[in-house]
Each structure stands twice: as structure tokens, then as C-alpha cells.
């Protein structure tokens, strides 16, 4: 009679395992998004620092090429008075 019962209490255990492996599941696959989503960061990161280094290079240069020091002037010695 109480049969029915029991087959209820295996279905909730296997109700159990089966919530409890999906959750580990998502777990798992919010852990990959998360990493994918900081290389993905880091690397506009990096890519951004590479922008900004090519851009300071190239007004360095312009900067240089415009009011650079003459030829002569390179080759002579400089002293930094400290003032």
C-alpha cells in the first residue's frame, strides 16, 4: 500500500542529484563566460595601451621633427645643473 510512497522518495532523490548537477553545471559555465569575458577585457585593455603608446611615439616624433635639435647640438655633451 505504502509502495507508492517509496517510489516517490527515489524520485526526489534522483529530483536531488539531477538539481544539484545542474546548478553545478551552470556554476561551471558562468565560470567559463567570466573568464572569457576578462580576456576579452584584458585584452581591449592592452590593445587601448598599445594605441596610446603608438600615438604618444608619433607626436614625439612630430614634436622632434619640428623643433628637434640641430645636428651639432645632438652630439654635445648636456649637464643637468639640477636647477
Do not use: C, H, P
Request: hydrophobic share 35%.
Amino acid at each position: 500500500m505504502w509502495d507508492w510512497l517509496k517510489q516517490a522518495d527515489n524520485l526526489k532523490t534522483v529530483g536531488t542529484i539531477g538539481s544539484a548537477l545542474a546548478s553545478g553545471y551552470g556554476a561551471y559555465q558562468t565560470s567559463k563566460a567570466a573568464k572569457n569575458t576578462l580576456a576579452l577585457q584584458k585584452s581591449a585593455y592592452n590593445r587601448g595601451i598599445a594605441k596610446e603608446n603608438q600615438a604618444q611615439d608619433n607626436f614625439s616624433s612630430a614634436i622632434n621633427s619640428t623643433f628637434g635639435k640641430k645636428e651639432d647640438e645632438k652630439n654635445q655633451a648636456s649637464m643637468d645643473l639640477g636647477v
